[in-house]
T-cell receptor
Framework: EAGVAQSPRYKIIEKRQSVAFWCNPISGHATLYWYQQILGQGPKLLIQFQNNGVVDDSQLPKDRFSAERLKGVDSTLKIQPAKLEDSAVYLC??????????????FGSGTRLTVV | AQSVAQPEDQVNVAEGNPLTVKCTYSVSGNPYLFWYVQYPNRGLQFLLKYITGDNLVKGSYGFEAEFNKSQTSFHLKKPSALVSDSALYFCAVRDWGGYNKLIFGAGTRLAVHP
């Protein structure tokens, strides 16, 4: 089974520029997550999709971050304009649905964003 | 609210010695507990989980974890550490206030010295 694919692996941008990250989940995984991992901290959930609908975006800074999941498969996360504090690793994860037989996520390799 | 605490920022151990990485949790509902490992410039990899059943859970790469309900702990263990085990380890708990969501601890860096 192919894993969760993310691109790019690394990105360096100047503050106030825009950037986009792409994620392709494991085939058949209905739930897709975007996490932000700042250096020295644990991953923090930004947004969660169930198929192509948003389940939880309570921690997403909506004035600058946006995300979409077209056709319930691939997803893109965008930052516009970027700030220095957005420097982090952006992790995408996916999981099967179900409530009582839900056993966690599979993560992609992440995109390391550096804002200078 | 659900939460996870990893009290140690870093654990140092000599190769061949046993290792323990600590995790305590707080959850309203049945505790679904997970350990993930992160190697440099990589995403998080699943190690093991506790859903129900035996308190000692065996996982990948020789790791195991002991679930202790009375102490609300889920410590990660390995009988004999390898230098290649050096990485960042995250404990996570299922957030029953959300839908199929994990809450992660801050992570513990494990350094295994030759």
């Amino acid at each position: 089974e192919a894993g969760v694919a993310q691109s790019p692996r690394y990105k360096i941008i100047e503050k106030r520029q825009s950037v986009a990250f792409w994620c392709n989940p494991i085939s058949g995984h209905a739930t897709l997550y975007w996490y932000q991992q700042i250096l020295g901290q644990g991953p923090k959930l930004l947004i969660q999709f169930q198929n192509n609908g948003v389940v939880d975006d309570s921690q997403l800074p909506k004035d600058r971050f946006s995300a979409e999941r077209l056709k319930g498969v691939d997803s893109t996360l965008k930052i516009q304009p970027a700030k220095l504090e957005d420097s982090a690793v952006y992790l995408c994860a996916s999981s099967l649905g179900g409530t009582y037989k839900w056993y966690g996520y599979t993560f992609g390799s992440g995109t390391r964003l550096t804002v200078v | 609210a659900q939460s996870v605490a990893q009290p140690e920022d870093q654990v140092n151990v000599a190769e061949g010695n046993p290792l323990t990485v600590k995790c305590t949790y707080s959850v309203s509902g049945n505790p679904y507990l997970f350990w993930y490992v992160q190697y440099p410039n990589r995403g998080l990899q699943f190690l093991l989980k506790y859903i129900t059943g035996d308190n000692l859970v065996k996982g990948s790469y020789g790791f195991e974890a002991e679930f202790n309900k009375s102490q609300t702990s889920f410590h990660l263990k390995k009988p004999s550490a390898l230098v290649s085990d050096s990485a960042l380890y995250f404990c996570a708990v299922r957030d029953w206030g959300g839908y199929n969501k994990l809450i992660f601890g801050a992570g513990t860096r494990l350094a295994v010295h030759p």
